[in-house]
Nanobody, 123 residues
Framework: QVQLVESGGGLVQSGDSLRLSCVAS????????MGWFRQAPGKEREFVAT??????????DSVKGRFTISRDNTKHTPVLHVLQMNSLKPEDTAVYYC??????????????WGQGTQVTVSS
């Protein structure tokens, strides 16, 4: 059974940093991209960042220069990938979801999803 489990969310102040982790297990993820999406109250889920097997990355314009995504380059499970978030802003407040699927910025291209972790940034 495939599982993606996020951790690391919390309540921080504007300008602080947080490190989100996602452990993926249950299959081989070597040909899958690992990504992060977020959803704020009353808004649609939006793309944050993704990384493919070879280390190529894509970021939303709103997080470029502040967030960094990384992953284990292992063919075995579980696979860890991390979203390092620096210089956090109140508008980063959302539930953050890790996902695995195609190397894409579109949520429907991701087959596997975690349950989400809350990130709240106070001003």
């Amino acid at each position: 059974q495939v599982q993606l489990v996020e951790s690391g969310g919390g309540l921080v102040q504007s300008g602080d940093s947080l490190r989100l982790s996602c452990v993926a297990s249950g299959r081989t993820f070597s040909n899958y991209a690992m990504g992060w999406f977020r959803q704020a109250p009353g808004k649609e889920r939006e793309f944050v960042a993704t990384i493919n097997w070879t280390g190529d990355t894509l970021y939303a314009d709103s997080v470029k220069g502040r967030f960094t995504i990384s992953r284990d380059n292992t063919k075995h499970t579980p696979v860890l990938h991390v979203l390092q978030m620096n210089s956090l802003k109140p508008e980063d407040t959302a539930v953050y979801y890790c996902a695995s699927g195609l190397y894409s910025t579109i949520s429907r291209d991701y087959k596997y999803w975690g349950q989400g972790t809350q990130v709240t940034v106070s001003s």
